[in-house]
């Protein structure tokens, strides 16, 4: 008797997909496709952040077309059920997120049950199960936007988290859909070391991890996968990148804020060796972030190992 199951994580922040609809979704979907054939899973999970784009109330439309096309997609036609769980109601400030999960199971995976946070309970899935909106009712998912008090200073935010619990081959799983904070202001992130925006995304991550490991319901083992917006340590990268050069601060003749930073080769004509500004984080020497996947930078990284258990040790014990 087989006792384990192929399974497919994915998350996806979708925004540029709905900002760019005929650009990059096409090919996005191919590579789906793609990965589906080639690792032929049983249990799929696609977490997706940033639904409808930056422009999302114009772009919900789009949205709820590019899910259904997933499911209703020739490549997709032996999942014979599905469970779609999409928070669009950008009209509900206080608990709009933009985050969607959709999960598909193969027509020969038996051995599968869903959590009902309401009851308490898991349930046999059968069937396809759309929910849009706010999802306020929905008890097959915990959707929660992040508390205000986490940026007091930033404007609002559609940060927050979604979960699911399943059964697969007799394990019980949390599987957790996740979006945190970015950095608004590269000219902020310089500021100190950790920047407030990294202290932001951990206060959230813990958050996030408290919340599913809390007495509420049973723990579980549990897979956090979403857009973190991790960075490195924009001030030690900064310092670590000019170190040889001649750095000026340009300000704003109205407040006195800075600007923007000028870092100049000393010598070379004084060519500019990086430039930041809110937006913009421009450094003449591209290659470093490329070559060897970034090593020489990747030392200042704000991640921190304590915060991961091991994919090895999660992977354990579900097989």
Same mark, same amino acid.
């Given at each position: 008797m087989e006792t384990y199951t192929d399974v497919l994580l994915v998350t996806a922040n979708v925004g540029s997909l709905f900002d760019n609809v005929d650009e990059i979704q096409s090919e996005w979907l191919q590579e789906l496709y793609k990965t589906v054939h080639t690792y032929k899973p049983r249990f799929i999970a696609l977490h997706f952040q940033e639904v409808g784009g930056k422009d999302y109330m114009v772009n919900m439309g789009h949205a709820e077309k590019f899910f259904w096309s997933i499911e209703s997609s020739e490549e997709m036609k032996d999942f014979?059920?599905?469970?779609?769980?999409v928070d669009n109601q950008f009209q509900t400030e206080d608990s709009f997120t933009a985050l969607g999960s959709i999960y598909f199971i193969h027509k020969t995976l038996k051995n599968i049950y869903q959590y009902d946070f309401n009851v308490k309970d898991f349930k046999a899935v059968s069937g396809k199960n759309k929910y849009v909106g706010s999802l306020n009712g929905v008890t097959t998912v915990e959707k929660e936007k $992040?508390?205000?008090?986490? @940026?007091?200073?930033?404007? @609002?935010? #559609?940060?927050?988290?979604?979960?699911?619990? @399943?059964?697969?081959?007799?394990? %019980?799983?949390?599987?957790?859909?996740?979006?945190?904070?970015?950095?608004?202001?590269?000219?902020?992130?310089?500021?100190?070391?950790?920047?407030?925006?990294?202290?932001?995304?951990?206060?959230?991550?813990?958050?996030?991890?408290?919340?599913?490991?809390?007495?509420?319901?049973?723990?579980?083992?549990?897979?956090?996968? %979403?857009?973190?917006?991790? #960075?490195?340590?924009?001030?030690?990268?900064?310092?670590?990148?000019?170190?040889?050069?001649?750095?000026?601060?340009?300000?704003?003749d109205?407040?006195?804020?800075? /600007?923007?930073?000028?870092? /100049?080769?000393?010598?070379?004509?004084?060519?500019?060796?990086?430039?930041?500004? /809110?937006?913009?984080?421009?450094?003449?020497?591209?290659?470093? $972030?490329? /070559?060897?996947? %970034?090593?020489?930078? #990747?030392?200042?990284?704000?991640?921190?190992?304590?915060?991961?258990?091991s994919a090895q040790s999660l992977r354990n014990t579900l097989v």
């Open positions: 014979d059920r599905v469970c779609i769980y $992040f508390p205000k008090n986490f @940026w007091p200073d930033f404007k @609002w935010s #559609r940060k927050g988290f979604m979960r699911t619990r @399943w059964i697969i081959h007799n394990q %019980g799983v949390d599987l957790v859909n996740v979006h945190l904070f970015h950095d608004a202001s590269n000219l902020i992130a310089c500021n100190a070391s950790p920047s407030i925006y990294s202290a932001n995304r951990k206060n959230a991550l813990r958050y996030v991890i408290n919340r599913i490991s809390d007495r509420s319901y049973t723990p579980l083992p549990f897979f956090l996968f %979403g857009d973190f917006n991790f #960075r490195l340590d924009t001030l030690s990268l900064v310092q670590h990148l000019s170190t040889s050069a001649d750095v000026q601060t340009v300000k704003k109205s407040n006195n804020e800075v /600007e923007k930073i000028i870092c /100049e080769e000393k010598d070379n004509d004084h060519q500019v060796l990086l430039q930041i500004e /809110e937006k913009i984080f421009a450094y003449l020497h591209q290659a470093v $972030f490329r /070559e060897d996947n %970034g090593k020489a930078v #990747r030392a200042r990284s704000e991640l921190s190992p304590t915060l991961f258990t």
